[in-house]
């Protein structure tokens, strides 16, 4: 397993949880790192992105000013800290490095 992400879970609207993309088998410091989510019945979508060394970083108008994407090289591991969470973030949430997926991690978010 090339990706491997961790951290989803049932939180309350206004809630925050940090999602984990843990790499291994390539050298994931040479790549950016992607997150993306689908909810049921939509297509995925792109989240937000982060350069391969950190220094650029890029969000989806929808989340903006809520959620932050990071990387921490040396752990070989990528984060999405993800605050003021609202229902329609629920989704499975996918991290994605090179041309890897990882297998999904469920988000809901519901009172």
């Known amino acids: 397993v090339l990706l491997v992400e961790s951290g989803g879970g049932l939180v309350q609207p206004g809630g925050s949880l940090r999602l984990s993309c843990a790499a291994s088998?390539?050298?994931?410091?040479?790549?950016?790192m992607n997150w993306y989510r689908q909810a049921p019945g939509k297509e995925r979508e792109l989240v937000a992105s982060i350069s391969s060394a950190g220094g650029s970083t890029n969000y989806a108008d929808f989340v903006k000013g809520r959620f932050t994407i990071y990387r921490d090289n040396a752990k070989k591991t990528g984060y999405l800290q993800m605050n003021s969470l609202k229902p329609e973030d629920t989704a499975v949430y996918y991290c994605k490095a090179r041309y890897y997926w990882g297998q999904g991690t469920q988000v809901t978010v519901s009172s």
């Open positions: 088998r390539f050298t994931f410091s040479s790549y950016a």
